[in-house]
């Protein structure tokens, strides 16, 4: 069955089982409910019975829809699997448990302040937790990985005399929008606000921070890599710019190869100049050597077309 499939059934159940019971639940539950507990067994923070409701299911759709939305990448390393199902399992789980000790503790009460929550159900809850990441993580880990290695011949393209050829490709990162759209969604409303005169102080403290998540989810957003004549162009952004430009005179060979956020450190820029990775989502890479021994990695679609035209133009330009 296809993991995507799988993530979507596992989905829709684990929406059901946090909708479902404080639902069924509602008349013998205080209003508002407890829903958080200091170091001891007392309750120190309520919440509306709707807004604990509508906070439980978003904390589980939002991470839930990414996933879905990244499963295609996300399973196409050995590591990448193991970490997408422990986390999908892992998350459904320890929500579930929290759904049900917050009902457990707040039924047939008539005021939050009685709810009591001991110290072994939180444990039991983590243990389960653990227990789903390592179970998933496990069973999903499939066949060891057969990607090629840096010693195999690298691809070369074969270019006919005089041809011009161009390579474009585009890769979209979806925790980058989804981090873009935020940012811009809390900048309006919270700017709206501030111009009426609803809000001020700390709250409009926050716009800065709403608008540096803003500028970086849509630089960080989608990348473009452009190979043509004399170089690599890498475009960050809607508008590919910022843009950085790499001489091919300064690239040895390039490769496509398969990486994961897990092992380079996760996403975004990863390493440091001359070992560096541009991580927008685990799968596909293009991976150029220079000449200097250095190695940049890009995660792009199309990698391996990429690489045999920069490979076939690197040696048009030694045998001029």
């Excluded at 501030?194 to 803003?214: C, E, H, K, N, R």
């Excluded at 990486?259 to 390493?271: C, I, K, M, T």
Aim: aromatic share 6%.
């Amino acid at each position: 069955m296809k993991p995507r499939v799988v993530a979507i059934g596992w989905g829709l159940a684990v929406t059901a089982v946090l909708l479902v019971p404080p639902l069924a639940l509602r008349d013998r539950l205080p209003e508002p409910l407890a829903t958080h507990w200091g170091s001891g067994s007392m309750p120190d923070g309520s919440m509306p019975f709707t807004s604990y409701l509508l906070m439980v299911v978003l904390l589980w759709a939002v991470p839930w829809l990414v996933m879905v939305a990244v499963a295609g990448r996300a399973i196409t390393r050995r590591q990448g699997r193991m970490v997408w199902w422990g986390c999908l399992f892992a998350l459904g789980v320890m929500l579930t448990g929290v759904n049900a000790q917050t009902l457990a503790a707040n039924l047939d009460l008539s005021d939050w302040t009685g709810a009591r929550l001991t110290g072994w159900q939180v444990a039991v809850m983590l243990l389960a937790t653990l227990a789903a990441a390592v179970l998933a993580g496990y069973l999903g880990r499939g066949a060891p990985d057969q990607s090629p290695g840096q010693d195999a011949a690298p691809p070369r393209m074969r270019l006919r005399p005089g041809q011009r050829t161009v390579w474009v490709s585009h890769v979209v990162s979806v925790l980058a929008v989804v981090a873009a759209l935020a940012g811009l969604a809390a900048l309006a409303v919270t700017g709206t606000l501030f111009l009426v005169g609803t809000v001020s102080g700390p709250l409009v403290a926050l716009l800065p921070g709403f608008v540096i998540i803003s500028v970086v989810g849509l630089a960080g957003m989608s990348l473009t890599v452009t190979v043509s004549g004399d170089s690599l162009v890498i475009g960050f952004g809607p508008f590919g710019w910022p843009a950085r430009r790499i001489p091919l005179s300064r690239i040895e060979q390039a490769w496509a190869e398969e990486r994961s956020p897990a092992q380079v450190g996760g996403w975004g820029l990863r390493g440091l100049p001359g070992s560096a990775t541009i991580m927008l989502r685990g799968g596909e890479c293009l991976v150029v050597r220079y000449h200097s021994g250095g190695q940049l990695a890009i995660s792009i679609d199309d990698a391996e077309r990429g690489a045999s035209l920069i490979n076939a133009l690197i040696t048009e330009r030694a045998e001029l």
